[in-house]
């Protein structure tokens, strides 16, 4: 995944690397997921499934038609910035972009085409209910349809918040007690989906994804890994994920996989499995502009090597062959214990080299980048670019072959058939929202 969240939602979405789609942390009034891509929502309803979106998104919604409900999602319930408390929808004072100053979206929360006023009085606390909400859409769901329930939880995501006292666990050797109690709450939601699941019918043929999208950071442990969340070592983006249901083969359940898989993967092995052509190649800043994705499940099922030659993580970063692991900037870090100390990576043995960026230290760099065997060192302990010289030259050359094509703003043509405004509280209020209208709407 992406080293932090905006950037790795909308790869899944758009089955496009980060580097592709670019690595802003998506605005409220961005078009950072444009809407000539088609999204794996609307790629699922050629598939004849009913799409239902319900959590967190840090999408970017420019106008009206980047809600969800406008892209594929035959229902959606959730926030649309990157963070809020865990109660009621609050956003204040506001955590992330809020359009209008001063600002006054203190709500972020929406439901299908219009802020969710219904919905907050129900949001006691978040995780318990997106739970209760996917299990009614499971409860609700027509036999002889597809189901595509897109489920991302706002936990664990800071702020960190004490769930309600049901969900409290007894683990005193867990080194945070309120970060193991939003732990298992969002445990027990999954649970309580999956047997939704089980009662409705539906488990049989069901594929369950679970996977986070960015490393841990504060509480969060990525032992035995280098680096948190935002740092473009190990530890921010290579993620605890997995894969249940009925449609995985029974021979596979419990085992590991050593398969590369990148988040964008999802988009063309999901389409595939369902029978959907994954193409969608789009012009974008003047070129097309295929997607990235791979169809990963025959390999994921056999424990077979990746496909892919070159996969790059961030700007900074790549992997070649899912084993080398070049990175052409990198700051200080530590690495973890399994009880969430950390071991700092001293300056003795990782020195600050010589960078054109002057700003700070940098243990890597792009004049003078590490190169790790994260097959044999996963935990990027020992730097091997001086012995692999041409490894280093070739995929720095490589890296710098991907570049962001999204600009992240429509141009003036695409918003001449909007109403746009800097204040988004003379239509939403207190709420988050979009920041045009289509014309014929207002």
């Known amino acids: 995944v992406f080293k932090y969240c905006s ?67 035959d229902s959606h319930v959730g926030y649309l910035a990157g963070a809020e408390t865990y109660s009621y929808g609050i956003n204040s004072p506001p955590t992330h972009d809020c359009p209008g100053k001063p600002a006054k979206c203190y ?96 488990w049989d043929d069901t594929l369950m994804i679970v996977s986070s999208d960015n490393g841990g950071i504060m509480p969060g442990n990525n032992y035995p890994l280098r680096g948190e969340k935002a740092t473009h070592w190990e530890g921010g983006s290579r993620v605890m994920a997995f894969v249940t249901g009925g449609y995985l083969p029974t021979s596979l359940v419990g085992q590991t996989t050593d398969t590369f898989v990148h988040v964008s993967d999802w988009y063309a092995t999901l389409c595939n499995i369902m029978n959907v052509d994954p193409t969608d190649t789009v012009v974008l800043e003047g070129k097309p502009r295929p997607i990235d994705s791979l169809d990963m499940w025959s390999h994921l099922t056999t424990n077979a090597s990746s496909p892919r030659e070159y996969l790059p993580i961030t700007p900074e970063s790549i992997i070649w062959k899912s084993q080398y692991k070049l990175i052409t900037q990198a700051d200080p870090t530590f690495w973890y214990t399994k009880n969430d100390t950390h071991i700092p990576d001293d300056r003795t043995a990782w020195p600050c080299r010589k960078s054109t960026d002057s700003n700070g230290c ?43 094509y999204v600009s992240g703003k429509m141009n003036a043509t695409a918003l001449a058939k909007y109403d746009c405004v800097t204040d988004i509280s003379q239509w939403w209020g207190n709420f988050t929202g979009p920041c045009c209208k289509r014309k014929k709407d207002n």
């Open 362 to 404: 940098h243990v890597c760099s792009d004049k003078d980048p590490c190169l790790f065997d994260i097959i044999q060192d996963p935990s990027e302990r020992t730097d091997i670019s001086k012995s692999n010289p041409s490894i280093v030259a070739q995929l720095q050359a490589k890296l710098a072959e991907f570049q962001p």
């Open 107 to 202: 709500t972020d929360m929406w439901h299908n085409l219009e802020p969710g006023t219904d919905v907050v009085p129900e949001i006691f606390y978040s995780t318990n209910f997106y739970t209760t909400q996917a299990i009614s859409i499971i409860k609700d769901h027509p036999q002889d349809k597809p189901l595509f329930l897109y489920l991302p939880y706002q936990g664990v995501h800071s702020p960190y918040t004490e769930p309600p006292p049901w969900e409290h666990v007894d683990a005193p050797k867990f080194w945070d007690s309120t970060f193991a109690d939003m732990l298992a709450a969002v445990d027990n939601g999954i649970k309580n989906v999956t047997n939704a699941l089980h009662e409705k019918g539906l």
């Open 7 to 73: 950037p790795t939602r909308r790869s899944f979405l758009s089955g496009r690397f980060p580097v592709h789609v670019n690595t802003h942390q998506a605005a409220i009034c961005s078009n950072e997921l444009p809407l000539e891509m088609t999204i794996i929502s609307q790629k699922m309803k050629m598939a004849n499934a009913e799409t239902h979106f319900v959590g967190k998104g840090h999408l970017g919604y420019q106008t009206m038609d980047h809600l969800p409900i406008n892209r594929g999602w």
